[in-house]
């Protein structure tokens, strides 16, 4: 990621495969142009959202709220006339009603599953996506997220808590209606200490902070006051995008609500940008924070993003295997197809 970016002029089909390793995740991705179309001819073949589903009338519209599991909070509040609802997850993957235990390092340790499984209703009205809301109201949506997190904080068996949007039945989302989830873990997950464990070795040796370095002309699609969007120099999937806060921050939950619009606006525009480009894709966005109780020396390397996945290839056998996955596209060729999508004025 801070390495400096190989000459990005030519097209993905006159170059030769390339080994990239990224800082954050410290894997390789192999970048392998030969085996895809033009940059410009990729589309999903599975639209996220189909007319059939749209028609359809489920326990998220508004008026429909008693077919839902309990509520923990909507906005405004004690409003029938409610814009997002932050509810409990049917079928959670965790239970908040077992006892919560401390967790042990032993191998082969077996913990209760306790924990927090919520779900954010993003709008009331079934056919509007995220894309479709206004910046503001986008916002909103971010901050039902933090102020969530910061409930969730005050239990100190929480460990960490992910954010995470599936959009689109091949993505994940078993829902059409426009949601988000918010999983909290007693534990911090394997992904999550590798991250921080990445970017800690990162600081050592630097001093710096390793998203904050991050070397982003040829790969920047746009910027905001407070956040620029880009496509990471060693991108594990075709068109994959970073929002990242242009200053250092350690924890998504502590942002404000002036930069939540701004972040709103940037997020709109990327998943305009996206559908228009992509044929309206699946994707799934995920929110890359610091742990809950992380204290003041962690504070200084480790920087919160917002990362999204369209869903334009599939996992096969090799990555699985070395969890080095194989991108058609090479990072600058995605982020100059980005930039050049014009979006009209009334999205």
Known sequence: MAATTSSSSSSSGNRNPELRKDTVSNRWVIFSPARAKRPSEFKSSSPAVSDQQLNQRCPFCIGNEHQCAPEIFRVPPDNPDWTVRVIQNLYPALSRDLPARPANNLPGSVLDGFGFHDVIIETPVHS????????????????????????????????????????????????????????????????????????????????????????????????????????????????????????????????????AVDLGRLLKLMLTKMSLQLNNPPFNFMIHTSPLHSNASELAYTHWFLQIVPQLTLTAGFELATGCHINPVFPEDAAKVLREVNVPESA
């Not at 969730?152 to 960490?160: R, T, V």
């Not at 905001?224 to 250092?248: G, K, L």
């Open 128 to 259: 509007v996506q995220l894309l479709d809301l206004s910046p503001h109201d986008i916002a909103q949506v971010f901050l039902a997220h933090t102020k969530r997190i910061h409930q969730l904080a005050a239990h100190h068996s929480i460990k960490y808590v992910q954010v995470f949007k599936n959009h689109g039945a091949s993505a994940g989302a078993s829902m059409s209606h426009s949601h988000s989830q918010m999983l909290a873990l007693p534990v911090i997950p394997p992904n999550v200490s590798a991250r921080l464990g990445n970017m800690k070795d990162y600081f050592e040796k630097t001093a710096k902070c390793c998203v904050c370095e991050i070397q982003h002309e040829d790969l920047l699609i746009d910027t905001s006051d407070n956040f620029f969007s880009m496509v990471p120099y060693a991108a594990t999937f075709p068109f994959e995008i970073w929002i990242v806060p242009r200053h250092h921050s350690a924890h998504f939950h502590e942002l404000d609500a002036e930069k």
